[in-house]
């Protein structure tokens, strides 16, 4: 807060003293104290005054209120200006954690061990959504999206925000097989499919029929 001290017919200086967990300046943003302020005589009678410049004290209870005095220059009383503030907390976004690798078809939940009340956002939603109040996470496609939990912040706090990356796996696909499924004693058949290479061929029942594990 800021407050203009403009008086006239002055004999000297006026001092400006901050109540009990406050702090006072002459300078927007800078020089701030507990302890009380010179304001100069031909600065307070000009014609816009001195501007005194309050805020809250760090280590003050809040909420806190009190009165700014404003004494000497030949006042014939103490002025006082009422002054009140709350300390607000800045929001934590905290440590964001859950499962980080999804396959397609799967899901996966982000949680944060900050405030609560945030909102969960998903910057590639063509890879993955998230829903804003629970941070449940849907997969769309392969890839990776940074997904971010932000708290926003009030009093004057600027907005707090975490963020973790989910990434999507393909689901993998074993095809359709297809061979001649017939085969005589002495001969051989080989099957092939039509989904992922790489995969790893197994016979259920060895001593019937064996298969090469690679091809």
């Known amino acids: 807060e800021q407050y203009t001290i403009k008086a006239s017919n002055l004999t000297g200086d006026l001092t400006v003293t901050p109540p009990s967990g406050f702090e006072i300046s002459l300078t927007s943003g800078a ?18 005054g001195d501007i005194v410049y309050v805020r809250m004290a760090s ?14 220059g030949g006042l014939s009383s103490t002025e006082n200006i009422a002054v ?18 999804v396959c397609m078809g799967g899901s ?15 910057a590639t939603t063509s890879v993955a959504s998230i829903d804003g109040a629970s941070g449940a996470i849907t997969p769309a496609s392969a890839g990776s999206s940074v997904i971010t939990y932000e708290v926003t912040g009030t009093g004057g ?7 973790r990356t989910v990434t999507v796996t393909a689901a993998p696909n074993a095809g359709t097989l297809s ?28 001593g019937v029929a064996t ?5």
Do not use: Y
């Open 179 to 206: 061979g001649t499924e017939s085969v005589c004693m002495g001969g051989s058949t080989t099957f092939s499919s039509d989904g992922d290479a790489g995969g790893a061929w197994t016979s259920a029942t060895a």
């Open 59 to 72: 280590a003050g209870s809040s909420p806190s209120n009190g009165n700014v005095t404003v004494t000497g």
């Open 108 to 122: 996966t939940t982000f949680s944060s061990d900050g405030d609560a009340g945030g909102a969960w956002t998903s």
């Open 31 to 48: 020089s701030f104290t507990s302890s009380s302020i010179t304001v100069a005589q031909a600065d307070a009678e000009s014609g816009s």
């Open 157 to 163: 706090c600027s907005n707090a925000s975490a963020t």
């Open 84 to 101: 009140s503030g709350v300390i607000t907390a800045a929001p934590n976004a905290g440590t964001l954690s859950g499962t980080e690798g």
């Open 211 to 215: 298969i090469n594990s690679g091809t």
